[in-house]
Structures are given as structure tokens and as C-alpha cells.
């Protein structure tokens, strides 16, 4: 009995095995799909409009002709601004929260409040930065306002991603660090951060590519209609990548399609090279830790 | 010889459970207190309470008293100074993941040192010391981790040595090692005896036998039996050391 029924049961698990294989690489090719296919429409779209100029010069002629310059610029500074602030504000407080604070009902409500911040509309951070950054606080439209507002929006994605990466690391590094008379910020600022890095990494890749797409956020508090100029100062307004996208196809009449995907080939192979970057840093930093 | 650290009715438990109960034992200086005992006795508990590393357990509750030289440990020294003096050997190697060096380094490096010459100096001395110097000189900056285990293990001890501590505990430092990496870790903690004084842990009885001056036998918590190593394996005081010895339990 028991010889017959082992080759019957091994069968029918191989079975299952390619069933389940199948439908994982539908499912898997399925999430691809999409994306290739919006690339190779951009691509095919909008690479006609690119070339030197188009990346280079000011728009002109309400905005029909003539380069998105002022955007490309606008979408840096503010993806730069947005960095600056989110990422040590992020990394601290995870720090704060996975090395420093007890379990208590306080930290509880932290958390349960960066969760919930993860979840909010972009719309609802644009409104919230226009009355606190842009009234309240009189910083008026600006790159600083537009810069927070955004910092606010992605700071889940860093705190959450930080965290995760902190308590990745082994609990024997802490002790061995600390058995050695070494304090508990040294341990975590020369064993715990450095290990921690690849993960703070992919937090800031997501934030980044979060910062650079959205539209709501920056609508109220930073981005300008058509301003065929550079910002004179972080307290200026400026044009950026998916307001302008936005414009270009909702608000002017008569612009031809090849601007507009060109303006979104722009977009999202600026966010990709950004990505780049993260990942290629990320990976120097993997191949020199051995665990 | 002088008594380098002294216990008082140290009781340790954790929420309810009682891992140590009013231990009293003094630790001479430059000696190896062989520590034994069968699983869940308390050793390792009794040990990150001489360095003060149970601190992080947030439900640890200690009573009694340790002295360092006289100075009570929980308050009347620094966490920091403590486990400066009394440092830790796990019972896995925990390389950083960093080079040799840096691993060595790490400690003299934390508490300010910076001149590269007496860093080299200090790797190089705190190596010899513990026999692995000849084995690692030719590739200090490669990493920690490509060590083989009782290599690494040794590089824990090498990284001790280099913050000058008076007092080094062993928690198993050996149970993860073949035979002949373990007597390497051996000798190593004879070599230091001149001027360190050592608490080897360990579920090794014959361990305890080659290298301890004297042992100490624990029990569900209780400190059972302390003497002379000799004295204790070969007329045990106690019928649960003899019985533990013996193999009859544990
Ligand atoms: N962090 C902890 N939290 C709760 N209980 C603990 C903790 N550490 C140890 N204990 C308990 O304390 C008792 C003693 O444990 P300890 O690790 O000191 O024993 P041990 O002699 O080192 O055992 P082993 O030989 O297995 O290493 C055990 O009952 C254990 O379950
Ligand atoms: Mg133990």
C-alpha cells in the first residue's frame, strides 16, 4: 500500500507545482504588460518631439512651442527641496521610534498616524499645504511651500521604509557593538545606520518617485500655470513636470499630441534615472555587506 | 589574591520567571571561573548581568549587589564604563561586517582614538594576543565575515583585547567550533590569564576541566557548588554536582 501510494502522491504534487508555477507567471507577466506598453506608447509618441531645444529653452507662443525647460527644472528643485526635508526628518523619527521610545500608548498613536498619512488623498496634502505652508504660515506659492507639502506627503514612505530597514538589522550587531563599552548612539549611528541603508534607500527611491509624479500637492501651493522663466528664489513660484502635463492637455487649446508625451516621456524618464541612481547607489552599498 | 568582582544576593527574573536566585560568589583577579550547568540554569543570564548587557532587556528585574573593584556596578558606574571593563564574547562570532581590521578597531576607535599608527599598533597587539595575528596579517582589509568560525570567534576575543578591558566573560565561545579551533580559543584564554580575568561559560564539562582555575556549578538559578576545578571534578561537595557530572541529569 504504502509503495503505491508515494509515486501517486508525488505526481500529483509536480502537478500542482507547474498549475502553480502557470499562474504565478501569468500573474507576474500581467503586472509587466502594462508598464511596457505605456513606455513603448510615450516612446513612440513623444520621442519625435524631443530633442535639444525641447529640453532646453522656455516655452512659447502659450506654451504650443518652444521647450519645457522652466518645468524640468521646477520638478528638480522641488524633488531636491522635498528630499532635504523629508529624508533627515524621516530617518530620525524612525530612529526615534525603533531605537529610542517604549512601547507606549503615545508611539502607538504615532504609528497608527503615519499609517493613516499613508493613506490620505494627495489632494487633501495640497489643500492642508496651501492653508498651513502657503496662508497661515505666509511663505505665499512658493518652492519652499510646494517642497513641505510634498516632504509631508512622502514622509510615511521614508519613516515606514527606515524603520523596516532598522529593525532588519541583526539584534547581535547592537550587542556586540554595545558589550564593548560603546554608547548607544555610536552603535547606531556606526553599526545600525550603515546597515540600515540599503533600506533607507529604497524608501527615498519611492518618495522620490512619489515627490516628482504627483500633481494635487503642488496645484495650490507651488506650481505655476505658464512661467517662461527660472525661479528667482526658493520663495518664488515655478512650472513642474505634471502640472504642466496637466495643462498641456486639459487647459490649452490646440497643442499638438507630441508635446504632450513628449512632456511625459520627460517626466517619467526623469523619475527612472532618479530611480537609477537610488538603485545603483543602493547596490554599491549591498555589495560591500557581507550577510 | 584580590577579589575583582564580588556578588551579593543577586536575584534576576523576568516577569515571574526566576533566572537567578541569591547567588553569592567572588571572582578573583587573573583567574578563569569556569562556569557550568545544564540548559535554562541561569548562565548566561549571570554572566549580561556582570556587564550590565540585561539593561536592554526591558523585562529583566535585578536585586543584590555587584562590585567591579569595589565600585557597585548598577550604581555607583556607568553602563558604558562597565562594559568597557567587562567585556562580552558570544557564544556565535558576531564579525561586524567590516574588514579585520576595522572589526579590531571598532572599540579603541568608538571611545576616540584616532591616529593610525597606534590603531595598527593596537590590531596588531590585540591579534598576537589572541593567536590569530599570523593567520590574518597578510589580508587585515578583507572582511570579517570570510573567517572561518573559530577564526572569527578569535577576532571576537582580538576585538575585546583592543578596549583594555580588566575583566572578559565567554558565553560558549567554543559550542559553534571543531575540536582544533576550540583548542586555539583554548589557549588564547590561557595566554590572557597573566593579565585578565575570565569567566568562561560553557556546556562543556571537560572544557570547564582543561581551562578553569575554579568552577562554579548552577542549578535552576542556585549556585550550587564553587571550588577549586580539580576539587570540584573529582570530590564534588554537592550530590547534584556529582549527579550532573555523572551524567545523571542535565
Ligand atoms: N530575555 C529573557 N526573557 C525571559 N526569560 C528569559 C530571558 N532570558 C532567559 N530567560 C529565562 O531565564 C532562565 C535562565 O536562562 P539562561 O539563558 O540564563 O540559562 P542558561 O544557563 O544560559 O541556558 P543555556 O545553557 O541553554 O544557554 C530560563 O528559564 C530562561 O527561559
Ligand atoms: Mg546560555
Known sequence: MKIRAKPHFSVSTQTQQKIAFTLLGIASSLVVVPVIVIFAILIQKGWPAINWQFLTTMPRMGMRAGGIFPAIMGTLYLVGGTIVVALPLGVLAAIYLVEYARRNFLTRMIEVAIVNLAGVPSVVYGLFGMGLFVIYLKMGVS????????AIMILPVIITSTKEALQSVPRSFREASLALGVSKWQTIRYVVLPNALPGILTGTILGISRAAGETAPILFTVAAFYLPRLPKSIFDQCMALPYHLYVLSTQVPNVKPALQYGTALVLVGMVFLLNLVAILVRSHIRSRKQW | MVDKIVIENLCIDYGGVHALKNVNLCVKEHEILGVIGPANSGKTSFLRALNRLNDLDISSRLSGSIRLNGKEINREMDVEEVRKKVTMVFALPIPLPMSIFDNVAYGPRRHGIRDRKQLAEIVEKSLKEAFLWDEVKDRLASSGMKLSGGQQQRLCIARTLAVEPEVILYDEPCSGLDPISTAKVEDAMRELKSRYTQILVTNNVKQAARVGDRVA????????????????????KDQRTNDYLTGRFG
Open chain 1, 143 to 150: 518652492i519652499v511651500a510646494g517642497a513641505l507639502t510634498l
Open chain 2, 217 to 236: 556549578f548552577f542549578l535552576m538559578g542556585e549556585l550550587v557548588e564553587i571550588g577549586e576545578a580539580h576539587q570540584l571534578f573529582t570530590s564534588p
